[in-house]
């Protein structure tokens, strides 16, 4: 998958659950999206991302949001 | 005039409480007030003479066959506009009577050509029927007086002609344009002997006419009458079915000879139509017979290969053992299937099934994806449903209407309608799109606010609506007190009353003055019940599914839910794109909308289907792209759906198409998918299968089987014996057993069955033991979620945005006469009226450019370039360009970007920054999507290299 | 200073007042004498149009005709201090046409500047308004029904009784309708009234208005009377300026304004429904009724329709009381009619008497008998639509029902005279012609009725199949008459019927003998 298209999708995501202002809050709604609307094969390209690149390019609140949560998201 | 006779009481009906009782010819009649005396009379079988009136249109009284006479009252009023009254004594017959209609009926065949014998009405002529029924026998008058038998007949509109000469102007063409079209194309020229109807001195296919067809059913005689009757004679039965465009699903009877369809007719008691239609549903069905069908199955190893027709079993088995093959080598999750919105409830349920069931992963979309998934994420979020409020006939109870982002005059015809109807009757309308669509202003219809916003910030004029709402104290407090979350209302409350969320601070983003989203929102909270009506100018955003959420909140914060005359309510572009999300089309959903990580739900399925299934979701239709072009998805089973026409980015759509192993069509024509496709599976059109359609009112309809399938197969029947030979075979005898699966496994349907379909006509889900009979206004008492939920929809900028090379915003839309893709339009004579996509320009845009109208112009965004002619008009804003995408080679999608909703995927349709210059010549893109073209057709069957 | 009134309204113009203010506004310049004219509205004695009159110590002097060239005579004759000349016709008021009429509706025309509300004021005008500005709706419906005030447009209807149903009418807003579309053949007293006395209508109509609670009203004017569009234009322009009209009617807290609307050039336009539909910017169709346009008139609202005459008389009745209005006439025909003589007449004009006047006293003491000398042979009243009645029938009196008993009908007034020399089965052909062109194409029975009538007729007049032909006429008029949506193809028959009964010779019968 292509890891920039996914940047692009979380970043969205995130910029939706931004709006409210509980940052634990939106961590837990931007991974529980993913959990909820992603194939596996995607979630687990993101985590890899991050792992490996270090989510360049994700929106803090996202980058966050899949360290913070990352077992769920595999 | 139907061939298959129906009852016509010849004045609508009327409902009231009070009851009349009067007497007609010595019987005693009890009728409500307000009916005729025609229609009374006809209830007891007291057909009084008419030729003007039927029970379509509202009494005319200009035939003067109905005089009655009445006792106490002088002379011999009409039947037709004579209401009841109490005590009233009617007499429908008498000696002067009878002669009065026989004198009127003498004068009417005075002007009449004498060639009964070879009219195409023969047989089913309301004027010869009445000539019997008054018992005409001879016409005195000389035959050399004036007439009007030599006029020429019209055969312009290429469904029906007019032929004046046998015209009796008794104005029901012109009252059905009118009261049921409401189009007012047609009027009645000249006075006296001379009146004439004409759709305004020109021929019908310059006129404004929309060819809906609406006056040729009322014609009485044979001066409109449809091409097919005359060129093949009268029907000899009807059956009752359900139009396969758009998402209005009106109800048709299909008028027969054989099994070959003569015409197609609104059905009076259709709940969606009520006997109007448009001119898709009503005249192009010819594409279902059109020689481009493919009607055997084909095969080939590899797109540069030839087709070869090979039998139903060689064609099933090849693609069987393809998928088989590419999951044994790349995973069980390589494959996935596409559902349509143009298929049935059957067929898509079963495609599901087989992805779910026989391939055993969650792979399945449906082409909803790029359309309305917003509105199933918004809804279901809000207010817990996935799916419209309301049903069509409330709109008779709104005052105040909203439209947001749809067009329906041209998308839904047969909706936007009763909708005028209702706003000729002085319900207000409110616009918001950035093009000034025709319900803006047309005849009798004027918006009191047209937001012209740019495309790409509804959700910052939504919230700006909101913020007035609110902070000007119009909002219904008890409402949200009783029926909604307290923290989440809250939040939001605090949210829209931010200063951001003002009309004020929001005008320079959407272009809209303050003040006209003041007045619009102060209408929308105060002037009584409001109703929202939106299409895909909503959810085809970034923020598409924000705006469905958006649109929740401001219906909730006002009330305007739960009853008759509110609402909100998606327009679906499709017939089935209701019914195609309602049976489990999604990655994430098994049928009903229930998450496939959720286990009750999944074992219910598992434990009927015999298999275990897959908890976590599949892929979307844009990551399947992704995936194919990452290696790690192969092979894809797509049922009616073109997703290399309709998806957005062509380039890349077709990029991944190439890199797949195994691509199963299943279509009616060689369609632009089709090119990449290894496997071709025959579709079978509407006419050719029993089934059920769900509408945008969530109305279950059933389809009916009118003519043998083309090519041997129904698609349902097709998709089980795929199904089958991957070793999953399922066991169906009739499709009404699949719904019976369907109910038994889905809460919402689990009163639904053929049977009660039948003798109710048609059912709105949810049809449960709560609502036996189906639910025409959902959320009545409560939300189906319960307490409905506000969402903070904060504004977030589209990442399409102008620059100096890109410095338009192209936004797309349907045409009356075209219909998406165009496989099934494009191939009936509905291209006498679009047979090209063109872009339009505003004239300020134009002139920077040097472009004139009709122009070649080159279409360039940052994904690709196409080149389309130019229109020049004032519909569009300056900085923003508009096209439709009926045409491939117009290739709308090439230019249009891989942005898309947060959080569904939906494609941002709408709003693509380009740049539009002049050109020469077609794009470097259409002239690869024509060589590509001819290769193809060359490696079709009979047009071999051999 | 010496006031010189000259006619400004159309018949007089069309006969050359025009030139003759301004012979008389040269020859006053050039002779040093001061003269004020003063275009005021016909007195409607047309045969001495262009009719001017001259202001003196001994009143008001008419002279006429008088043609350009007769100006410098009369000057020197000493007319601007109203001495004799050969067409000097003595005090105005002393004319015996005009001294033995009842002018009640038409007072003021010929007599005040129309465009002058203060004028109008002197000469008793607002006080009906005034009147009816101090009484309840209900009030002032019930003094005009007592009026016994029916419609002058030629239905006849009781005003008062339709009033009452707008007033009870629940459905708001409601509306004022004047018909002004005036297209009966031999009339013109609308047209009179609007160009010589504009402010009676208007005073009327905001006394409807009142009556009816309507705060807007319409003039519908037919599209052939320019002039008085530009006197209404005019008129309403000042009624606005002095609160005749407006949000606050003579200082009070009740609104009426008025609108003209013009047709456009239809007959049927006449016709109540078709002229509501053509208000609405509709084709002037006929509706149905009911619904009764007082109920459900003008954009489905509560509308009084009245014509034009009806309105203008009303401001007498609120000014001067029921009864000194119903004082006038016979039986149910009360007040006042103004007839219009036209035609082979030797006198013709308006003549303003009460109901009951016999046919032959118009023609002949009014009228002086026919314009070309021969014996009148018939007449034709109540406009196209209206029965030819023979020299038999001139002792008739003016009524309604005694009209309506002897196959006629009043109509509008108007009184349409032929000598001799008329054939008959011509005049009954271009009835059935006037309905083939001016039917509005609705209904079948006058749709294709009249064209087939005009053709039997000409089967008939050409001698071919004459009796069965003949039989056929009865049958369609009888098909006309009963099977018709509107007045219009329902009356058509009755000048056809009146030919064929009264003059039986000119459609091919021996003289005398009685055709089927």
């Known amino acids: ?74 | 005039m139907y061939s298959v006779k129906e009852p016509d009481g010849g004045t609508p009906r009327r409902v009231s409480e009070q009851l009349i009782t009067l007497e007609i010819d010595g019987v005693r009649v009890v009728v409500p007030a307000g009916t005729s005396v025609m229609r009374a009379a006809a209830g007891i079988d007291r057909r009084i003479p008419k030729l003007c009136a039927t029970d379509t249109l509202e009494a005319f009284g200009s035939c003067r066959l109905c005089l009655v006479e009445i006792e106490g009252r002088r002379g011999y009023p009409a039947s037709c506009t004579t209401l009841v009254e109490s005590g009233m004594k009617v007499r429908t017959q008498s000696e002067k009577l009878a002669k009065l209609r026989r004198g009127t009926m003498e004068l009417y065949i005075s002007d009449h050509p004498l060639d009964c014998l070879t009219c195409p009405a023969n047989g089913n002529c309301e004027l010869q029927e009445m000539a019997g029924v008054v018992g005409l026998r001879e016409v005195r008058y000389a035959d050399d007086g004036e007439n009007h038998l030599n006029v020429v007949k019209d055969e312009s509109n290429p469904y029906f002609t007019f032929d004046p000469s046998k015209c009796i102007v008794c104005s029901r063409c012109v009252r059905a344009c009118e009261e049921t079209q409401g189009t007012f194309a047609l009027t009645v020229l000249g006075r006296g002997f001379d009146s004439k109807i004409s759709p305004g001195n020109q021929d019908f296919l310059s006129s404004e006419c929309v060819s809906c067809g609406a006056c040729v059913q009322a014609c009485p005689t044979a001066t409109l009458m449809e091409k097919s009757v005359v060129d093949k004679g009268q029907p000899d039965h009807s059956i009752v079915t359900t139009c396969a465009y758009c998402g209005v699903g009106c109800s048709f009877r299909a008028e027969m000879k054989g099994s070959e369809v003569v015409r197609m007719l609104p059905n009076k008691d259709g709940r969606a139509n009520h006997g109007h239609s448009c001119v898709k549903g009503r005249f192009a069905w010819g594409y279902a017979t059109h020689p481009d069908r493919i009607k055997k199955p084909m095969i080939r190893r590899s797109i540069t290969e030839a087709w070869r027709e090979v039998s139903w079993e060689e064609a099933i088995g090849y693609a069987a053992s393809e998928f088989r093959r590419i999951q044994a080598k790349y995973g069980r999750g390589a494959v996935g299937g596409i559902t349509s919105s143009r298929c049935s409830n059957e067929e898509t349920f079963l495609v599901q099934k087989l992805v779910r069931a026989a391939f055993g992963n969650n792979n399945v979309d449906t082409c909803a994806r790029v359309c309305h998934s917003p509105t199933g994420y918004g809804l279901k979020t809000t207010l817990g449903e996935s799916a419209g409020t309301q049903n069509f006939d409330s709109v008779q109870d709104a005052d105040v209407i909203v439209v947001i982002g749809a067009n329906p005059t041209e998308a839904h015809p047969v909706f936007a309608s009763q909708m005028k109807r209702r706003l000729r009757e002085g319900a207000k309308l409110i616009v918001i799109d950035p093009r000034r669509i025709d319900l803006v202003r047309m005849p009798h219809v004027e918006a009191s606010y047209h937001l012209q916003l740019l495309p790409g910030t509804n959700v910052a004029l939504m919230n700006a609506l909101a913020h007035v709402v609110v902070i000007e104290g119009l909002h219904d407090e008890e409402f949200v007190r009783r029926r909604c979350e307290p923290a989440a209302y809250e939040k939001w409350k605090a949210f829209i009353c931010e200063e951001r969320n003002s009309p004020e601070a929001m005008e320079s983003i959407t272009g809209v003055p303050a003040a006209e989203v003041r007045g619009a929102a102060r209408l929308y909270a105060t002037g009584g019940n409001a109703a929202i009506y939106y299409g895909l100018g909503v959810t085809e955003h970034s923020q598409g599914s924000t705006m469905v959420m958006g649109i929740a909140n401001l219906a909730m914060v006002t009330g305007n839910l739960g009853r008759p005359g509110v609402g909100v309510n998606p327009l679906r572009g499709q017939n089935n794109v209701q019914g195609s999300c309602d049976m489990g089309s999604f990655p994430h959903e098994l049928p009903g909308y229930r998450h496939v990580s959720d286990p009750v739900v999944r074992a219910s399925f598992e434990q009927d289907w015999g298999v275990e299934l897959e908890p976590e979701p599949g892929l979307r239709i844009p990551n399947m792209f992704d995936a194919a072009l990452d290696g790690s998805f192969k092979g894809l089973y797509v049922q009616g759906e073109d997703i290399a026409q309709s998806d957005p980015d062509t380039k890349h759509v077709t990029r991944a198409l190439e890199s797949m192993e195994c691509i199963v069509v299943q279509d009616l024509f060689v369609n632009e998918t089709a090119k990449f496709a290894h496997v071709f599976l025959p579709g079978s059109s509407f006419l050719e299968k029993d089934g059920t359609f769900t509408n945008a009112e969530r109305r279950i309809s059933r389809v009916r089987k009118v003519m043998p399938p083309l090519a041997g197969l129904s698609d349902w029947e097709v998709t089980v014996a795929l199904s089958a030979a991957l070793g999953y075979p399922m066991h169906y005898d009739h499709p009404s057993q699949i719904m019976d699966e369907i109910a038994r496994l889905t809460p919402t349907f689990s009163g639904v069955s053929y049977e009660k379909i039948d003798r109710l006509g048609s059912i709105q889900w949810p049809c449960n033991d709560k609502a036996p009979e189906g639910t025409p206004v959902m959320h009545e008492d409560e939300f189906v979620r319960g307490k409905g939920r506000f969402v903070v929809t904060g504004y977030v900028p589209t990442d399409e945005r102008t620059s100096r090379k890109f410095p338009l915003l192209l936004t797309t839309g349907r045409i009356l006469t075209q219909y998406n893709v165009g496989a099934q339009t494009r191939r009936t004579a509905n291209v006498a009226w679009h047979h090209e996509d063109r872009l339009e320009i505003h004239p300020h845009d134009a002139e920077q450019r040097g472009i004139r109208d009709g122009d070649w112009v080159g279409v360039q965004s940052r994904a690709g370039e196409t080149t389309l002619r130019a229109s020049l008009t004032e519909r569009v804003q300056p900085g923003v360009v508009y096209t439709t995408f009926h045409h491939p080679e117009s290739g709308a999608n090439v230019v249009t970007t891989e942005n898309a909703d947060w959080a569904t995927s939906c494609p941002e349709y709408k709003v693509t920054a380009v740049q539009v210059k002049p050109a020469a010549e077609p794009s470097m893109w259409q002239k690869r999507f024509g060589e590509q073209q001819r290769a193809q057709i060359d490696l079709l069957p009979g047009h071999g290299r051999s | ?516």
């Open chain 3, 1 to 516: 200073m010496t006031t010189v009134y000259v006619p400004g309204d159309s018949a007089a113009r069309s006969v050359g007042a025009e030139d003759a203010a301004q012979a008389i506004a040269r020859a006053a310049a050039a002779r040093g004498d001061d003269v004020t004219i003063v275009r005021n509205g016909s007195r409607g004695m047309f045969w001495l149009e262009p009719m001017v009159e001259v202001v003196t110590e001994q009143g008001r002097i008419a002279y006429g005709p008088v043609a350009p060239g007769d100006v410098p005579g009369l000057f020197d004759a000493g007319f601007l201090a109203g001495r004799a000349h050969s067409l000097c016709l003595g005090p105005t008021s002393e004319i015996p046409y005009l001294k033995k009429q009842e002018r009640l509706t038409f007072a003021r025309v010929g007599v005040t500047n129309p465009i002058d509300l203060a004028e109008y004021e002197a000469h008793g005008g607002l006080r009906g308004l005034r009147a009816a500005l101090a009484m309840a709706p209900q009030d002032i419906v019930e003094e005009v029904v007592r009026s016994g005030l029916r419609g002058r447009g030629g239905a006849a209807f009781p005003c008062g009784i339709k009033w009452r149903t707008v007033l009870g009418a629940e459905a708001r807003p409601k509306y004022v309708v004047c018909n002004a579309d005036e297209g009966d053949s031999g009339t013109f007293s609308d047209r009179m009234i609007m160009e010589g006395d504009p402010f009676v209508l208007l005073e009327g109509m905001a006394i409807a208005g009142l009556a009816v609670q309507a705060s807007k009203g319409y003039i519908y004017l037919r599209s052939e009377y320019p002039d008085a569009e530009r006197t209404l234009a005019l008129a309403i322009a000042a009624a606005r300026r002095a609160g005749l009209l407006g949000d606050h009617l003579l200082g009070s807290d009740r609104a009426f304004d008025v609108e003209v609307r013009r047709g456009a050039g239809a007959y049927i336009c006449g016709e109540e429904t078709a002229m509501l539909e053509s208000l609405e910017g509709k084709r002037g169709m006929v509706r149905p009724k009911p619904p009764l346009p007082a109920l459900e008139g003008l954009f489905g609202c509560p509308t009084a329709v009245n014509n034009v005459i009806t309105l203008a008389s009303v401001p007498f009745i609120l000014d001067m009381g029921a009864k000194s209005y119903a004082d006038y006439g016979m039986g149910r025909s009360q007040g006042t009619l103004p007839f219009q003589l036209a035609g082979n007449i030797k006198r013709g004009g308006l003549v303003e008497k009460a109901f009951g006047i016999t046919l032959r006293e118009l023609l002949y003491d009014y009228g002086g008998g026919s314009a070309s000398g021969r014996p009148i042979r018939a007449v034709q009243v109540g406009g196209p639509l209206g029965a030819y009645l023979p020299a038999s029938r001139f002792d008739t009196p003016l009524d309604y029902e005694t009209f309506a008993a002897a196959g006629a009908m009043i109509g509008h007034g108007g009184v349409v005279v032929f000598d001799d020399t008329v054939d008959m089965a011509e005049m009954a052909r271009y009835a059935m012609e006037f309905c083939a062109i001016e039917s509005c194409g609705k209904c079948t029975p006058c749709r294709i009725g009249s064209r087939r009538g005009v053709e039997v007729i000409d089967h008939i007049r050409a001698g071919r199949k004459a009796s069965g032909n003949l039989a056929l006429l009865r049958d369609l008029c009888d098909t006309m008459i009963h099977g018709s949506l509107c007045a219009m193809g329902g009356l058509t028959p009755a000048p056809v019927l009146s030919a064929l009964d009264h003059f039986p010779e000119d459609f091919g019968a021996s003289r005398g003998a009685k055709l089927l």
């Open chain 1, 1 to 74: 998958m292509d890891a920039h298209k996914l940047v692009k999708m979380v970043n969205g995501i995130a910029a939706f659950f931004e709006a409210d202002p509980d940052r634990n809050a939106v961590m837990e709604s931007v991974a529980g999206h993913l959990k909820r609307f992603w194939d596996p094969r995607m979630r687990r390209e993101i985590v890899r991302f991050v792992d490996e690149q270090g989510g360049e390019g994700l929106k803090e609140i996202a980058l966050l949001a899949i360290r913070t949560h990352r077992d769920k998201l595999l």
